[in-house]
């Protein structure tokens, strides 16, 4: 295949996916709101029950299309990156208290191995965080109650990788290239559920990229993921 067409192919499955994600939560919030207006609005049994479930797809639909400007922007290169020296321990303390508080309503342990006097990294202090939190909501979703969760970090000569562990379901081998891709998850369904969009991850790996760092996963199904991004130092 050329390139063009190849490109034209990707547009095209783009489209399609966009399409797809947006098709179930209207069809649901539509379905609803005639059914209030047919009558269910006077139903004290469930009238407030089909408000929620409008409410949760209007809530899923805003994180969609959240998702994809953001991933619209970066992808057009117009992220204005703003670059500072980035301490490691300041990074990972921004993102504690939300795991912390996510980790412990599924009784999961969470606990950061970082060795102090880390060297600065050279970065953009918010997209950073938002990588390392996206990482650790993933941990989280995908590691069943019980399980536990560590965030850790070490420096190189010319970087520092932060690697984030979790004792979850793990991802197949043939599926750890593909899930830096736009949309594509390991179980749909199960992502859908628990308001993942799949686009995280093709969101974060664009940020560290845009950072000159790399991102990549190990994992063994049944026994859980590790998760690294390296960023280059200050300097
Ligand atoms: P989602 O919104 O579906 O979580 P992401 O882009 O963040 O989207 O992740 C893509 C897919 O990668 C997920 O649907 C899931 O199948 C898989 N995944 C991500 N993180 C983990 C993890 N820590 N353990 C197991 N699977 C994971």
Known sequence: MTELRRLERVRQDFVGNVS???????????????TLLAGAIDDPKNNRR??????????RLARVTDDLLKLARIEAGKLELEFFPVGIQELIGGCAETTLLKASRKQISFSMEVPSGLPAVRGDASLLHDVL?????????YTPRGGRVVVGAAAGPREVTITISDSGIGIPLADQERIFERFYRVDAARSREAGGTGLG???????VEA????LWVESAVGQGSKFSFSIPLAG
């Open 20 to 34: 797809h994600e947006f098709k179930t939560p209207l069809t649901a919030i539509q379905g609803f709101a005639e």
């Open 133 to 141: 939190q996206n990482l650790l909501d993933n941990a989280i979703q």
């Open 211 to 214: 950072h000159g760092g790399r």
């Open 201 to 207: 991850l093709s969101i974060a790996k664009h940020i």
């Open 50 to 59: 089909f408000l929620e479930i409008i409410r949760d797809h209007a809530a």
